[in-house]
């Protein structure tokens, strides 16, 4: 079955041979275009999606319109994983980023997975245990941090984990973010009006940290926007 290279430490790439098998086993494989919707927020959680390829973002909507981003993965993630194991009506839309391709598992089979292999259920209580600790870091960061300071941290977590090596015409190694959020989703992120947004990737092009372009980022000075971020 073709893939693009798992995320280290995502669900699948944690699985054994042996387990992944028989996960593939219990599925089958769907794809999706750029834009594609494959879970919507409120419905029932009728099946579970494992990335094969492809990277997604999970969101929610603002009573007063527009998305909050809550979090982009990518190969190897684990998507639904929460509503299939309490039953209850599905806490995010999911969207694709790009063309994705999934093993989907009905909720049903997913939990008959897991409940023939106890060492799966201790990755998903691992993984989700990490989630809530991300979460409790970000409120805390809300209230630390100004929207530039919360924009820093966001371009570190997309540049070390969606980030290529980039050399520019003057020889310097920089960090190329190969995903492509937009302004709007960009500050659904950090809790910020776009205004709020295009404004800190001033400040931080104007440091040289930064170079934005048409659907591109890079970071010319992580460790600065290292720094920025603490």
């Known amino acids: 079955m073709g893939m693009s290279a798992l995320e280290p430490g995502s669900f699948l790439a944690d699985l054994t041979p042996a387990e992944r098998e028989d996960l593939e086993s219990r599925g089958r494989v769907r794809e999706f275009a750029r834009g594609d919707t494959l879970f919507t927020e409120g419905e029932q959680p009728g099946w579970v999606a494992v990335l094969l390829r492809g990277r997604v973002k999970a969101f929610s909507y603002h009573e007063q319109g527009g998305e909050a981003l809550l979090a982009v993965r990518g190969a190897g993630a684990v998507l639904g994983e929460v509503a299939a194991i309490d039953g209850l009506p599905r806490s995010a839309s999911v969207q694709a980023l790009e063309p994705v391709q999934a093993i989907a598992v009905s909720a049903d089979e997913f939990m008959a997975f897991l409940q023939a292999h106890g060492r799966v259920s201790i990755i998903i209580m691992r993984m989700l245990c990490q989630r809530w600790r991300d979460a409790d870091r970000k409120r805390?960061?809300?209230g630390m941090f100004d929207a530039t300071g919360r924009v820093a941290q966001r371009l570190v977590e997309l540049a070390e984990r969606f980030g290529?090596?980039?050399r520019t015409g003057?020889?310097?190694?920089?960090?190329r973010i190969t995903l492509n959020l937009s302004q709007e989703e960009l500050a659904g992120w950090v809790g910020a009006s776009r205004?709020?947004?295009?404004?800190?990737?001033?400040?931080?092009?104007r440091?040289?940290?930064?170079?934005?372009?048409?659907r591109r980022l890079i970071v010319h000075d992580l460790q600065a926007l290292r720094r920025h971020a603490r």
């Open 170 to 175: 003057t020889g310097e190694e920089s960090v």
């Open 207 to 214: 440091h040289g940290w930064i170079e934005t372009g048409r």
């Open 140 to 142: 805390v960061e809300f």
């Open 164 to 166: 290529v090596p980039h």
């Open 195 to 205: 205004e709020a947004v295009s404004k800190a990737l001033r400040t931080l092009r």
